[in-house]
Structures are given as C-alpha cells and as structure tokens.
C-alpha cells in the first residue's frame, strides 16, 4: 500500500518502508531511499527474488551448476527415457517437492507438473519449464536436468535465491548430499546468494550502515 503526505513542501509517495523512516525522523533525501531498500527487502523474503523482472542470474546460473555437474559426473549417468520418467514420478510425488510447492508467498508452484521426451529442443537447450507446469527434456540427459526443471515448475521460473534453495534441497535428496555441497560452494564462488536474511533493518540501522559506506566512498 503506498501512502501519499506533504513533506518539506514536496509531495511524497511512499510505502510502508517511507512511513517509518518519516516517523525516525529520517532527512528527506533518505526516506525514499530507506523506502527502496524496505520495499526491495520484503520483496525478496516473501518472493525469493532480488529483483522483480528480469533473470539476470541466470548466466552465472549454468556456470556454476556446470562446474558441479562435470565434478560429479559419476553420480549423473544419462537416463533412458523409461529412466527418466520413472525419476520423475516419484520426484513429484515426494514430500521434498510437494513442500516445495507449498512454501511460503509462492502461489505459482505446480504439484502436478507433466514431462515431455523430444530428440532436440531449440538452440542449445537440454530442459524447459513452461509456466503452466509443463517440462519439456531433451532426451538422454541426467537428473541433474530434470531437478532443474523441477526447481522453476515449483515455483521459481526465475535463477534467483528461491530458485537457489529449491535445487540445492532437491539435489541433496535425490542426488547426494555431497554434490549439494559441492554445488552450493559453486553457488557462491560465483557470487550468487544461497540464503535469505529474514532481518529487515530499522531505519537507525540502515542509516548506520549508510553513513558508514558514504564516508568510506568519500576516501576513494
């Protein structure tokens, strides 16, 4: 809900974010700011997202899961088509992925996605995940491939932190706990965030930690 009030002669609109930093006494030229960083926070705890539209993650995304995927390679043979939608029945019909589906804000996940086996897919791709839950694969590829698919139809069609967790959770059950380690040590050596802090910061505690990077910015 945005909020609309007269404030040092200008016209503010603002969120719940702006309602405290006004009420902290914030500087104008801050409250918006503050407003920013509250709306972005609580986007990212109820969506598991860091940012609202695009996938920009999703590059890094591959790289990493790649370096994992080419490590463990031992533990992730190509699957026959009987294989694979074998894997697939009782991957959905796991309490792993159905909690998935059920977690928190997410709405979008589907409990009942469907696979398709083709020989090629457009371009390069090996797996898609459509927003009506359909999967489509490329055949002979491994499991690896297929949890990621099932990652978005659980309701991350996104790289981002949500999609981030459910791989790692998926991988750990249905692959091995050691590459789920190893995987989310490739996760952050490529800088993409694996957790979601809860804490959102009081306008005091943002304004700290503001002041403390303008004045470091200051001796650049």
Not at 133 to 145: A, P, T
Not at 147 to 164: Q, S
Not at 165 to 181: D, G, P, V, W, Y
Request: hydrophobic residues 35%.
């Amino acid at each position: 809900m945005r909020h609309a009030t007269q404030f040092e002669d200008q016209i503010l609109i603002y969120g719940q974010g702006g309602k405290l930093a006004i009420k902290a006494d914030l500087p104008l030229e801050l409250i918006m700011k503050y407003d920013r960083y509250y709306d972005k926070k609580v986007h990212l705890i109820e969506k598991g997202r860091t940012t609202r539209l695009n996938d920009s993650k999703m590059n890094k995304v591959y790289i990493a899961e790649n370096r994992s995927t080419r490590k463990f390679k031992d533990q992730l043979p190509p699957l026959s088509d009987k294989e694979m939608y074998k894997a697939f029945k009782r991957i959905v019909k796991s309490k792993t992925y159905q909690k998935l589906v059920e977690a928190k804000s997410q709405g979008k996940g589907h409990s009942q996605p469907s696979l398709i086996i083709k020989d090629k897919l457009g371009g390069n791709c090996q797996g898609w995940a459509h927003y009506d839950g359909s999967i489509e694969l490329q055949r002979y590829r491994n499991l690896y491939i297929l949890l990621h698919e099932l990652a978005h139809t659980a309701g991350h069609m996104h790289h981002d932190v949500g999609f981030i967790q459910a791989i790692l959770k998926l991988s750990s059950r249905f692959i091995s706990r050691e590459f789920a380690k190893d995987l989310k040590k490739s996760f952050k050596k490529s800088k993409i965030k694996t957790t979601i802090s809860t804490h959102i910061k009081t306008p005091q505690e943002w304004l700290k930690g503001y002041e403390r990077l303008s004045a470091a910015r200051k001796k650049l």
